[in-house]
């Protein structure tokens, strides 16, 4: 069949490429919903596992499910000490969504089993990647610093075990809190670059392990979870809200992007920021200002000026970048937090995938030449 030049689009700008009843966004009206619920309702009133529960599944667990799945994954955060000696020989000034890739693909090696039909081995393999990664950021932090990684406790909730695995203190309950709920914001995005990595690895039906370092590597692009940490160096490069302006002057006029602004599917502002934003808020009640606050609120004003016109608004890496250097946390671990929360939405593909596989094959619009002749390389050298 000759594809038509029509039919192809850029990025796949607007061309379904799944099916699917995990997420729904309206762009135009900044609309998110996890099946079928308001972000704005689960942020309210869930916990990001009982989130990645209703992602995964469907539907929200009844208190014994929840229990049952919480506790499972407390009992599989841990990790073994093959991967904690291998991640000892990554060098110290690696990126840290490198070494978590590395590591995921890892996993792989021990659990090589594949049994993608039963239902049991999903669940094994949504527990255990749930449980591990988080504990797998920590420990390569932990690690580069010089340190043993720091044993994942019982009675933390999964925010905040995290926070105490990567800092050796039990946090704030208001500071998991508000973590948690950040983890909730990023856990799910309909099919973003990282979820359609993801997807198109899952229909090759290879290991779930796979899937996910698939998607982890995606991530990590400036253009998609690489922003927030980027957002930082761009506020730490205006420092001052009187350096906003021109900033943005200069960027617009040399066509280059600012970074935590605009999205392929939102033209409005992204319901993320905005949730985000109040956390961000509270937090500052609660422990302090930040002063890049105000530079971000001047940036994100003068940007709505200057390109609100062409529906480019702040999206959701804009402002968690505020709420994780608040909460102490080195800039280059912003992405992989990203990871630990999307492993819940890329899970919940992969398991859809697998309901109604078929493997991801596109075609192209070939633009080369035909019936080249084959030149002896002696007489190319004369080119
Ligand atoms: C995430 O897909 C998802 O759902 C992703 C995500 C998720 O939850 O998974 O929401 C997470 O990745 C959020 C996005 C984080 N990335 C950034 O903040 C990086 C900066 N943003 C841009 O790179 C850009 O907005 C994208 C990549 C997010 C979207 O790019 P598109 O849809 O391909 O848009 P485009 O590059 O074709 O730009 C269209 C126009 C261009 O101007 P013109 O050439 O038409 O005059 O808008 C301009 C662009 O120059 N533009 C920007 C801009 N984003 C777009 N101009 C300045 N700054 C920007 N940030």
Redesign the pocket.
């Known amino acids: 069949m000759a594809e038509s030049a029509c039919e192809y689009k850029p ?1 796949l ?1 607007g061309i379904p490429a799944a099916q699917s009843s995990v997420s729904y966004v309206d762009g135009g009206k900044g609309v998110l919903e996890y099946r079928g619920i308001n972000i704005e309702e689960l942020a309210k009133n869930s916990t990001f596992l009982e989130t990645a529960y209703l992602l995964i599944w469907g539907e929200l667990p009844t208190t014994q499910e929840l229990a049952k799945f919480e506790a499972d994954i407390i009992e599989h955060r841990w990790i073994k000490y093959h991967i904690r000696d291998m991640m000892k020989c990554f060098p110290e000034g690696g990126h840290p969504m490198d070494a978590l890739q590395a590591s995921a693909a890892a996993l792989g090696l021990f659990y090589s089993r594949r049994a993608l039909d039963d239902p049991q081995y999903i669940y094994q393999a949504v527990v255990r990647i749930l449980a591990k990664i988080p504990t797998m950021v920590a420990a390569f932090h932990q690690l580069r610093n010089g340190n043993d990684p720091v044993k994942p406790v019982g009675d933390l909730g999964y925010a905040g075990n995290f926070l105490y695995m990567l800092t050796e203190k039990k946090p704030e309950p208001l500071v998991a809190r508000i973590f948690d709920v950040c983890l909730t914001l ?1 856990a799910e ?2 099919i ?4 359609f990595a993801a997807l198109v690895t899952a229909s090759t039906l290879t290991d779930p392990y796979a899937v996910i370092a698939s998607a982890v590597g995606t991530l990590a692009g ?4 690489g ?1 927030n940490e ?1 957002v930082l160096a761009m506020l730490k490069e205006i420092n001052s809200v009187e350096n906003v302006r021109p900033f943005v002057e200069e ?2 006029a040399k ?11 939102y033209k409005v502002k ?1 319901p993320r920021a905005t949730i985000l934003q109040s956390l961000a808020e509270r937090l500052f009640d609660l422990i302090g200002f930040d002063n890049y606050y105000e530079i971000a609120l001047e940036l994100e004003k003068v940007v709505g000026e200057k ?1 609100g016109h ?1 529906g ?1 608004y702040a ?3 804009f402002y968690s970048g505020l709420v994780y250097r608040r909460l102490g946390i080195p800039t280059d671990l912003f992405t992989p937090m990203f990871a630990i929360a ?1 492993v819940a939405g890329w899970l919940a593909h992969w398991k859809e995938q697998l309901s109604i596989n078929r493997i991801y094959r596109p075609t192209q619009v070939y633009v080369g030449n035909h019936n080249i002749q084959y030149v002896a390389i002696q007489e190319r050298n004369g080119r």
């Open positions: 990025g700008e990023h995005h309909t973003n670059a990282s979820t400036p253009l998609h979870g922003a980027e960027r617009i066509k280059e992007k600012i970074m935590g602004f605009g999205h392929r599917v992204d390109l062409k480019i999206n959701v890496d999307r």
